[in-house]
């Protein structure tokens, strides 16, 4: 912490994250982090800034422009008891390791009962005029793949929570930072060694009338949609924050529905195949008579994301989207 | 085949004529002008996202480039707008992408010189880097299987060769024995990791062997120089005699991109290369006392540039910026439109402001 974080007590998403990985690295020797330009520069973003020279070049291995290499060399390593780190520069170039983790990762210990243990972070996410290659939201990707867990949050201190649960879980775990969040969102830590577990979503805001089921930036979307709707609507939204995409929290997601009987999902991710069918699918699965209205999405369009604001902005849902969706659905 | 690594001397290539000797210092001129012109839009905030420049390395660029005939094709990277412009890019093209403007080439969807034009024949790079090179595999077979007199180049980092994408690229290429020339831009750096921690390897023109392939290296300072062993590498691929490796050893002079302080360059470094080897300084040199050129010549050329890129800069200035729903369109050939999605329905633009926010890409220490 510098002088400053420490009278405040508040630290950025992005150093939340850090201070996980100080932590976890501090406690277990077997914890160590790869990736592009991650040592003495302290990586693109400056997440690990300073891990080097606490832990010294065996520790945070700076690697060549080899993602497949980066995600593989994590597996063979994990098969022998230690517990890598990757980080990939940009979350778009996972997908240069969609072999690795999909094929051998996923299936490491389903078919040859080798444990894989190892996180795979980046910073993810649009509304950064960052154009169809920095902007990429590749969860659902992954989804689809039994063996891998997902994470993605929204807060500092999940951040840090789901971090080290991430590298104490026995399996691989995507985690997936959202880069528009790294420098806008922060908060005081919980003393002491601070774990999120896993697959338990978390109420951002309670609410009666409608829920919001989301995860990472439209979390914060969200939260000022429903204030606006409160305002100008009286609408008492509740806002689910899912925070692990896989496992998926369906008894969260059931108890929301019960309460308000009306529920608007929404993503950043672009629409069809995103994360928003498979909750509406569970949602109908689990929760069906419940309901009032039909579940509504609110995603990205079907587009690759373009770089020009007007586009982007128009391409990614945003905070009046989400109050016209909700109205619509508070009126049915 | 084995790889030669002595640099074909190239202080007179006879082939040039007098006024290409000079167009070479036109077009370099013209990449560092338009750069810093750039500068400047960034600093007034006017480009949207990061800024990339390739000061000190526009000889390799423009050298390689001039090496190819007009229905040639290449493929350009991140340090290669003296590419582009040889090939028929106009700063004006530039500035518009670079401002994100509605009628710049990629009509805002791309970020800087993301773009290219079958036409006048370069292909636009994405982000994931070596990618280029399997593709460019294919543009050159297509070349070959036609029967067509035609050569292909790509160009990639000394970073990108650490890639799979290159690996499988220029093995395929070489095996199909297509007309490709891979350059090699060895600038040091691969963001901040040095080439030590890239490669193993003394050389990268020492992988030409491994692949079966000719591989030439050249000082991608010197123009003539690049020039002379882009123009063996484009004759051996138009002789049907396959792929060439061609390392150019260069040095990148600014960050990874505007925002990259460099804090990890040792001292004194950039000063050096600046001071001593400056490929515009270099070549200026060469015109003068070795080409009989004069400095009327030479003041001539920079005053063109600077006029070209006032004119340039003024015409973006005016280019409308997109309209929201053309991100709609050209997903697909059919349908051409995707739907705009019920929560959208009647909505001409998203917001009413456009937040930009500031480095969408990597921050300074702090
Ligand atoms: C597959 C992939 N991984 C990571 C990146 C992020 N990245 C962008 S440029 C760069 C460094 C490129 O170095 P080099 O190939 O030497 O080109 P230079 O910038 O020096 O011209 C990196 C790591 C990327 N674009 N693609
Ligand atoms: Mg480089």
Known sequence: MTPAEAATGEITYLEAIREALFEEMERDPNVFCLGEDIGRYGGAFKVTNGLIDRFGENRVIDTPISEAAIVGAAAGAAHMGLRPVCEMQFIDFISCAYDMLTNYVATARYRAFLPCPMVVRGPSGGYVRGGPFHSQNPEAAFLHTPGLKIVYPATASDAKGLLKSAIRDEDCVLFFEHKYLYRRVKEAMPAGDHIVPIGKARIAREGRDLSIITYAATVWKALEAAEQLEREDGLSVEVLDLRSLLPMDDEAIVATVRRTNRVLVVHEDTETGGIAGEITARINDLAFEWLDAPVKRVAAHDVPLPYAPALEDFVLPQTSDIVRAARWLAAY | ?366
């Open chain 2, 1 to 366: 085949m084995t790889a030669s690594r002595a640099a074909p001397a190239a202080s007179h290539p006879s082939a040039l004529s007098r006024d290409q000797l000079l167009e070479l210092y036109y077009w370099m001129r013209l990449t560092r002008s338009l750069e810093e012109r750039l500068v400047n839009l960034y600093r007034q905030t006017k480009v949207v996202g990061g800024l990339f420049r390739s000061l000190g390395q526009e000889a390799d660029a423009v050298g390689s480039a001039f090496a190819l005939e007009r229905r040639d094709v290449l493929s350009p990277l991140i340090r290669n707008l003296g590419s582009m412009l040889v090939k028929g890019a106009t700063p004006l093209e530039i500035l518009r992408q670079y401002m994100a403007r509605g009628d710049s080439p990629t009509r805002g969807r791309e970020l800087n010189i993301h773009f290219g034009d079958t036409e006048r024949g370069f292909i636009g790079q994405i982000s994931h880097l070596g990618d280029m090179v399997p593709v460019m595999a294919g543009v050159t077979l297509s070349f070959k299987l036609r029967g067509e007199d035609r050569v292909g180049l790509v160009y990639v980092g000394d970073g990108a060769t650490s890639t799979g994408a290159f690996h499988e690229g220029i093995n395929f290429a070489a095996v199909q024995r297509c007309p490709l020339v891979v350059v090699v831009e060895n600038n040091g750096y691969a963001y901040s990791t040095p080439v030590s921690r890239q490669t193993a390897a003394r050389h990268f023109v020492d992988k030409a062997p491994g692949y079966g392939i000719r591989g030439l290296q050249a000082d991608g300072n010197d123009v003539l120089a690049v020039y002379q062993a882009t123009k063996e590498a484009v004759d051996t691929a138009r002789a049907g005699e396959g792929v060439t490796l061609v390392e150019l050893i260069t040095y990148r002079r600014k960050g990874h991109a505007e925002h990259d302080n460099q804090s990890y360059v040792p001292e004194g470094e950039i000063d050096r290369w600046a001071a001593e080897n400056d490929p515009l300084d270099r070549y200026v040199r060469v015109l003068r006392t070795q080409l009989g050129f004069d400095a009327e010549a030479i003041a001539g050329i920079e005053a063109r540039v600077g006029a070209e890129i006032d004119a340039a800069t003024d015409e973006a200035e005016r280019s409308p910026m997109p309209e929201p729903r053309d991100c709609l369109v050209g997903v697909y050939h059919d349908p051409p439109l995707a739907p705009v999605l019920w929560y959208r329905e009647g909505v001409r633009s998203a917001v009413d402001s456009h937040e930009r926010p500031q480095g969408w890409g990597t921050y300074d220490a702090r």
